[in-house]
């Protein structure tokens, strides 16, 4: 499955975005999505994923209760609505695939999308 995410940009903190990844090639219902990030001079970080059928949402402790994810199987694309944004958030966003029970871990994603910026600025 290919992913591309877009949606990233410069925002204020305390703002809002939304991210959105579309899938293609793959059946999209198949697979648990994920939302990954990397900050500057930081590894990889899990932030958010859904099982494939849009439940079981699961998030990093960083931003629970300001970020959702949500899935949708008819549109092929998942979503990471952002608020309450703060500039610690700031980093490179990606989206992931995988068929793996784990959905919650990074190793356990097979497909990843290009990646997508976002800058909260204090």
């Known amino acids: 499955v290919q992913l591309q995410a877009s949606g990233g940009g410069l925002v204020q903190a305390g703002g809002s975005l939304r991210l959105s990844c579309a899938a293609s090639?793959?059946?999209?219902?198949?697979?648990?999505m994920g939302w990954f990030r990397r900050a500057p001079g930081k590894e990889r970080e899990f932030v958010a994923a859904?099982?494939?059928?849009?439940?079981?949402?699961r998030y990093a402790d960083s931003v629970k209760g300001r970020f959702t994810i949500s899935k949708s199987n008819t549109k092929n694309t998942v979503y990471l609505q952002m608020s309450s944004l703060k500039p610690e958030d700031t980093a490179v966003y990606y989206c992931?695939?995988?068929?793996?029970?784990?959905?919650?871990?990074?190793?356990?994603?097979?497909?990843w999308g290009q990646g997508t910026l976002v800058t909260v600025s204090s």
């Open positions: 992931a695939a995988t068929s793996n029970i784990n959905y919650a871990h990074i190793a356990n994603y097979h497909y």
């Open positions: 859904v099982r494939r059928s849009n439940t079981g949402p």
């Open positions: 090639g793959g059946t999209f219902s198949n697979y648990n």
